[in-house]
């Protein structure tokens, strides 16, 4: 008797077990960072699910800043962990994650369709490793009512800009009023204030991942925010500033032009503004005799390589990547759009209307360096921006200790 | 209240103006950040901009604290952050008084080795070992279990805790076990029901030690439980800031709800913990 | 903390075991052992495994960006170790925060265990106003105190305004910043001090003083001759764990400065993690760490020997 059951109930455990795996969803994980608005993401993959039967979503949420996300998958993916599927990078990250085999590449996606930094930004050795999720740049906020005071168009090149703030802060007389305020704290974006005047020189800092520096233009670059300290046009402790502080600060109305990522503009047209209606936007100022440039943000997917369902997650974050979706968290989340065409579109503008004005400004970005190495390479650059904004190195120096530790990494 | 010696060297201060002065500098030296905080949660995002900067707040307002509350889960993080560090100072007081009683009690050879091993495993700062950790976790199946915390800061605190206990039980005279044990006690019945009552004070301390401990780590909580049902404070309160924004009134918000049950804790306990710093001088 | 008097056990008693013990058949030795163990076993999974693993990937050239696996790389990782002036810089910026703060804590809760030993009415308040910032914890300490010292919105600034004297950007200067993080850091480990101090010195019997008024003897030299001598031995435990910590220091400068401006403030256990974490360079990242231990063991024998000596 004992035996008959035994084997009843063995003989169902097996078909069960048979059975289950086709009874069962696929369930990706994606990590998202609170910050990106996951509640919207979810109504986004809602729709995912119910096109394609079979297959759950669930968002696993993870720190705050880049830099904590950073520190967290790192330490995951270090570990091989297979719990996350989909992940959700930085854009300066994707290489550094192609390179030690995290990710796995996502092939038949043509990233010409895309604005164009994002070839070079998600391009590791001829394969496509990552694919946009939404679009970030920085910006030049200036304060319309001021330049339309003193009769100033918004500055095509930096001298324009000195002048200008200049100008009207004489005017102003207000002791408060700083003319330009931009990151000199040694964050990542201070990065991008290195790289800004450097691109808008023609130049580039690597190629390929191979180091192709000019040392005039790095000193250029460097001496011309010094300078901005020097001249009271920046705050002399420009060190200390991070990218909240500009905000805040043009936010509560004692700053002419702000260096910014889009995040800004809404927080300035909100109810505790001191400037709302009052802003507008334009593309960065050039170097004399150069183009304007400005700095690629904005996060990217991908998919891990650990992950257990290989096919599927490629085809989530294809989705995710979309037009339809980049429109969808155009509209709802103020995520500004991968596509280009999407700047012009009638729902979107509607719904956003600076995004308008945004297109002109992000067609100029251009991503950071892409190497696998970029940690190594950010953190280079930008404790040497702080050190010459805070005065401890001369531009000269700072452009030579750049050189010498970039050709050490960037070999 | 203990009475404090009124002769040596604090003596020539006695005098009322110089205890006036001595209590100034004492209050303000302790108080004042965790005061400050408080001021701050109670100001607005604005008036933190304001120059000159204000000290007391202007128009005091709730507001952060209630933001606190909505933003993030933090009754969630004080919950977690409580069992953790409740359980870690359970078990690092359970290991520690065993240790602690082999070393001070049982005539061990290598006593002297033994103890610098333990002091030199208090070495390693847990921060170096991040990494291979969380593949001894993963392996282990304890990502996101409170587990998989207490054990690691258990050991943060063993090597300090013990110490302490060590010259604890050895300041307890062994007539008083052997009391116990002609009574009909065993040796371990003589070290829980003797030993641990009459050294209460400096097993309150390494209590709040662990504790405190446990309650401020920050690495191996945002690593190891990174599911938002199970984080600490320490990490929880790094969410409150943004990719760019750091809200300094909330978050100092959240900081004072963060340092309330310690302190409150301490309060209840500062009699215990000051008299088991001072008892530990029992002589013989 | 108590000095050791070993008393002999009375020649006729005979300790009992448990019956499980006795039926083990255990000696003193064993339950010795079985007492050691739960802490030997979690010592071995937390701490001796990891840091074997640890020392063992020194030997690597392990580098997670390069995408390429390990090689064995014998001493290459401590040799490039010698020629990175980050290394000599974080380990001197180290030393340098060790040297200031551990005395400069001693000194500093020396005064304030002196103070709070006056005859209060009521004691709790001062007891409370040492204990807090000792549980604060240390990266909220990191933070708030990067605020307190912001060149326009810091509360340090103001003060010194106020005083008539001009405020100090603190960040933008090597030397002040490193002045700020070690008053960050002597403020927080002061009151632990002043703990310990104090209840040593609430320990110390009036009968002593008293004797030596009769002698005549000065209170300073009372100080100096009475009081120091019998806090030694608290005091030394104390600063045993606390230059082992020191050495280790990351929150605070993590949060203050983050090591700038350039490296001027990074310490040693923040380049380990740095590269370990944030370059992913594994095989050089422990090759630091191991010889941040060394760093440690060497400082911990020191103590060991000062302490043998006086025993």
Not at chain 1, 93 to 110: C, I, L, M, N, Y
Not at chain 1, 190 to 195: D, G, M, P, Q, Y
Not at chain 2, 10 to 17: E, R, T, V, Y
Not at chain 3, 27 to 56: E, G, H, K
Request: net charge neutral; hydrophobic share 50%; with cysteine.
């Amino acid at each position: 008797m004992n035996c008959n059951i035994r084997a009843a109930a063995l003989a169902c455990a097996t078909i069960f077990s048979f059975a289950a795996p086709a009874l069962a969803d696929t369930e990706l994980k994606i990590y998202i960072s609170s910050q990106h608005q996951p509640n919207v993401w979810r109504k986004a993959l809602d729709q995912y699910e119910a096109k394609t039967p079979g297959v759950k979503v669930t968002i696993e949420t993870g720190g705050n800043t880049s830099e904590a996300q950073a520190q967290y998958l790192n330490t995951v993916m270090s570990a091989k962990d297979s719990s996350l599927d989909v992940l959700i990078l930085d854009v300066i990250r994707p290489a550094q994650f192609a390179a030690a085999g995290w990710t796995s590449d996502v092939e038949g996606k043509d990233l010409s369709t895309y604005l164009p930094a994002y070839a070079e930004a998600n391009t590791v050795g001829g394969k496509t490793v990552a694919l946009p999720a939404f679009a970030d740049a920085q910006f030049l906020y200036y304060r319309k009512d001021l330049l339309d005071k003193y009769g100033i168009q918004p500055p095509k090149s930096w001298d324009e800009l000195k002048t200008a703030a200049k100008t009207i802060t004489d005017g102003e007389k207000n002791p408060e009023l700083q003319g330009l305020s931009f990151q000199g704290k040694a964050i990542e974006g201070a990065v991008c204030t290195f790289l800004l005047p450097y691109w808008s020189q023609g130049k580039a800092l690597t190629n390929n991942g191979r180091l192709s520096f000019d040392h005039d233009a790095a000193v250029k670059s460097l001496a011309l925010w010094k300078s901005f300290a020097d001249d009271g046009v920046a705050k002399k402790n420009i060190a200390e500033v991070a990218t909240d502080d500009t905000r805040k600060e043009f936010q509560a109305g004692n700053v002419v032009f702000a260096v910014n990522w889009s995040y800004a503009w809404a927080q300035s047209q909100g109810p505790e503004s001191a400037v709302a209606g009052k802003v507008g936007v334009a593309r960065l100022p050039a170097m004399t005799g150069g183009e304007s440039a400005t700095c690629l943000g904005g996060w990217e997917w991908g998919v891990s390589a650990f992950s257990a369902h290989q096919d599927e997650a490629k085809k989530l974050v294809a989705y995710l990547s979309s037009p339809e979706v980049s429109k969808f968290m155009a509209i709802n989340a103020s995520l500004l759009p991968t596509y280009a065409d999407l700047y012009k579109d009638g729902d979107v503008t509607k719904a956003a209307p600076w995004f308008a004005d945004a297109l002109q400004v992000v067609e100029t970005a251009k991503p950071r360096p892409v190497t696998p190495r970029y940690n190594e390479v950010s953190e280079t650059i930008r404790t040497t921006v702080n050190a010459v904004l805070a005065g401890v190195s001369t531009p000269e120096e700072g452009a030579s200790q750049i050189e010498s530790r970039l050709k050490r990494i960037l070999r | 209240m203990t009475t404090t010696t009124a002769s040596g060297p604090g003596s020539f201060l006695s005098g009322k103006p110089l205890r006036a002065i001595a209590a100034i500098i004492l209050l303000v030296n302790g108080m004042f950040p965790a005061l400050w905080i408080l001021f701050t949660s109670l100001k607005t995002e604005g008036e933190l901009t304001a120059k000159p900067i204000t000290w007391f707040p202007h128009a005091p307002t709730l507001q952060n604290y209630m933001q606190a509350f909505s933003d993030q889960p933090l009754h969630l993080f004080l919950f977690n952050s409580f069992m953790v560090a409740l359980l870690s100072t359970v078990l690092t007081l359970l290991v520690s008084v065993l240790a602690a009683y082999a070393l001070a009690r049982l005539n061990l050879k290598h006593r002297g080795l033994i103890l610098a091993a333990i002091i030199a495993v208090s070495t390693f700062p847990l921060v170096t070992l991040l990494v291979p950790l969380f593949e001894i976790m993963r392996t282990l199946n304890l990502l996101n279990t409170w587990t998989a915390l207490v054990l690691p800061y258990t050991v943060l605190s063993l090597p300090v805790c013990t110490l302490m206990l060590v010259s604890f039980f050895e300041g307890i005279p062994r007539d008083l076990e052997n009391a116990a044990m002609i009574d009909g006690c065993t040796r371990l019945g003589a070290l829980f029901k003797v030993v641990v009552p009459l050294c209460a004070p400096g097993v309150f301390t390494a209590g709040i030690l662990a504790f405190v401990n446990a309650w401020d780590e920050f690495l191996l909580a945002l690593s190891f439980n990174s599911n938002p049902q199970l984080r600490t404070l320490p990490v929880g309160i790094q969410l409150y800031q943004g990719e760019f924004a750091f809200p300094w009134p909330v978050i100092s918000a959240a900081l004072v709800v963060g340092i309330v049950p310690v302190a409150v804790l301490i309060v209840i306990f500062q009699e215990r913990v000051v008299s088991g710093l001072t008892a530990g001088g029992i002589k013989g | 903390m108590a000095t050791t008097t070993s008393l002999k056990i009375s020649a006729d008693v005979e300790p009992r075991q448990a019956a499980w013990v006795r039926w083990l058949d255990l000696s003193d030795r064993s339950l010795a052992i079985l007492l050691l163990a739960p802490a030997a076993l979690l010592l071995a999974l937390i701490i001796v495994y990891p840091v074997c693993r640890l020392a063992y990937t020194s030997f690597f050239s392990l580098s997670l960006t390069s995408g390429l696996p390990a090689e064995f790389a014998g001493l290459e990782n401590y040799r490039l170790m010698i020629d990175d002036p980050v290394f000599w810089e974080t380990t001197w910026n180290t030393v340098l925060i060790t040297v200031i703060t551990v005395p400069g804590a001693l000194i500093v809760g020396l005064g304030l265990a002196l103070m709070a030993n006056l005859p209060f009415r009521t004691q709790w308040p001062v007891r409370l106003s040492l204990l807090i910032p000792w549980a604060l914890p240390l990266s909220f300490a990191g933070l708030i105190f990067a605020w307190f010292f912001h060149s326009e919105y810091g509360v340090v600034n103001d003060v010194l305004n106020r005083v008539g004297l001009p405020g100090v950007i603190w960040f933008n200067s090597p030397n002040w910043a490193f002045a700020a993080i070690c008053l960050t850091i002597i403020w927080k480990t002061s009151s632990f001090m002043a703990l310990i101090i104090l209840a040593g010195l609430q320990t110390i019997p009036r009968s002593l003083y008293e004797a030596a008024d009769v002698d005549g003897a000065g209170r300073l030299r009372q100080f100096f001759e009475i009081t120091l001598p019998l806090l030694k031995p608290s005091i030394v435990v104390a600063l045993i764990f606390r230059t082992i910590t020191s050495l280790q220091t990351f929150d605070i400068p993590y949060m203050m400065t983050g090591g700038g401006p350039g490296t001027s403030t990074a310490t040693l256990a923040m380049y380990i993690h740095q590269n370990t974490v944030s370059f992913l360079d594994l095989g050089y990242g422990s090759a630091l760490a191991v010889v941040m231990f060394a760093l440690s063991m060497c400082v911990t024998a020191v103590y060991l020997r000062m302490i043998r000596t006086k025993e």
